[in-house]
């Protein structure tokens, strides 16, 4: 099964702050079709996931623009340009280039 | 769009439970779906996955386990948990297609003696 490793576990920021948030994976996963099916959820206090950013670069309908994605292959970027308290919680890539389906460990965004 | 799990609960060892999510707000037969799990406290883990044409594929975990299945005339996708283990113990999730771009808000199995 393909690994995500995602660093830092923990982000502490300020208000305004930009982060940025790293995935690697364990083996590439530039699909056969030419797509790269890495997506970035967030996952609020006491609520399920959301989709963010999908196919490495994608804003999903309704995300504020602050977010971006970036990378290729095995390596991959999710910043926030400018963190808001709505922002808050617990960061997961995913890959769906190969199955099984696997998920990032995760990057918990905290208030410093 | 909406996703609602039912059909949580404790259970002991070696019993059965059937999760049901109904879905809304898009054309239900035209997706593929997702179960997805998360222990408490920790990351998420793939269950099973169904396809619009009722191909299924499971996590080595549950296979052989879990059952995972569609009724599209009731907007209904289902996960029969047959021989349940402590560690099946999680929140179980339903998402939509291979992007995952809709979640439901979950549903707590137990499984305890």
């Known amino acids: 099964d393909v690994v995500l490793t995602q660093t830092p576990p923990t982000l502490s920021a300020t208000i305004g702050q930009s982060v940025s948030i790293s995935c690697r994976s364990s083996q590439s996963l530039l699909d056969s079709d030419g797509d790269t099916y890495l997506n970035w959820l967030l996952q609020r206090p006491g609520q399920s996931p959301q989709l963010l950013i999908y196919s490495v670069s994608n804003l999903e309908s309704g995300v504020p623009n602050r977010f971006s994605g970036s990378g290729s292959e095995t390596d991959f970027t999710l910043k926030i340009s400018g963190v808001e308290a709505e922002d808050l919680g617990v960061y997961y890539c995913m890959q769906a280039t190969h199955a099984p389906l696997t998920f990032g460990t995760g990057t918990k965004l905290e208030l410093k | 769009v909406q996703l609602v799990e039912s059909g949580g609960g404790l259970v002991q060892p070696g019993k059965s439970l059937k999760l049901s999510c109904s879905a809304s707000?898009?054309?239900?037969?035209?997706?593929?779906m997702h179960w997805i799990r998360q222990t408490p406290g920790k990351g998420l883990d793939w269950v099973a996955y169904?396809?619009?044409?009722?191909?299924?594929v499971y996590a080595d975990a549950v296979k052989g386990r879990f059952t995972i299945s569609r009724d599209n005339a009731k907007n209904t996708l289902y996960l029969q948990l047959n021989s349940l283990k402590s560690e099946d113990t999680a929140i179980y999730y339903c998402?939509?297609?291979?992007?995952?771009?809709?979640w439901g808000q979950g549903v707590m199995v137990t499984v305890s003696s």
């Open positions: 169904i396809s619009s044409s009722s191909g299924t």
């Open positions: 998402a939509r297609s291979g992007n995952c771009d809709y």
């Open positions: 707000g898009f054309t239900f037969s035209s997706y593929g």
